[in-house]
């Protein structure tokens, strides 16, 4: 007998294909956020329902989708072009492990990513997910 071994153990391929994004939230809570390659880590969040504010919609103007790695992931993306450089001189805080999520693609080498939501970056107001 052939076939996909995932479809054999009963795991449907759509979920097996899903990367994973483990995200900690202001309040220490850490959650995992299912990820495809080529979107912005800010549209993934959006679209689970993480409350991040990302008040322009992620065109790198206004600073509020700030974001926290650990050096290890640092060191996976590719470095801050000059613009997210200047949104990120304009927090106070923002230290060598901040990133905006609006410029950060994600793919199939970040899988598990690992990053702190900062709390000037998070809304009351729980987005909610499409679909």
Do not use: Y
Not at 17 to 35: P, Q
Not at 55 to 80: S, Y
Request: a negative charge; one cysteine or more.
């Amino acid at each position: 007998m052939t076939g996909n071994v995932d479809s054999v153990k009963g795991i449907d391929e759509t979920e097996a294909a899903f990367l994973k994004m483990n995200v900690k939230l202001g309040s220490g809570e850490t959650i995992v956020v299912d990820a495809v390659p080529e979107m912005r880590i800010l549209d993934l969040l959006r679209a689970s329902g993480v409350p991040i504010k990302a008040e322009c919609g992620g065109a790198c103007v206004c600073a509020t989708c700030h974001i926290r790695l650990p050096e290890k992931w640092l060191a996976l993306i590719p470095k801050a072009n000059e613009e997210e450089l200047h949104k990120l001189d304009e927090i106070p805080g923002a230290d060598d492990s901040s990133r905006l999520a609006c410029q950060i693609e994600m793919t199939e080498e970040l899988d598990g990513l690992e990053f702190e939501i900062t709390a000037d970056s998070l809304s009351d107001v729980k987005v909610e997910a499409a679909g």
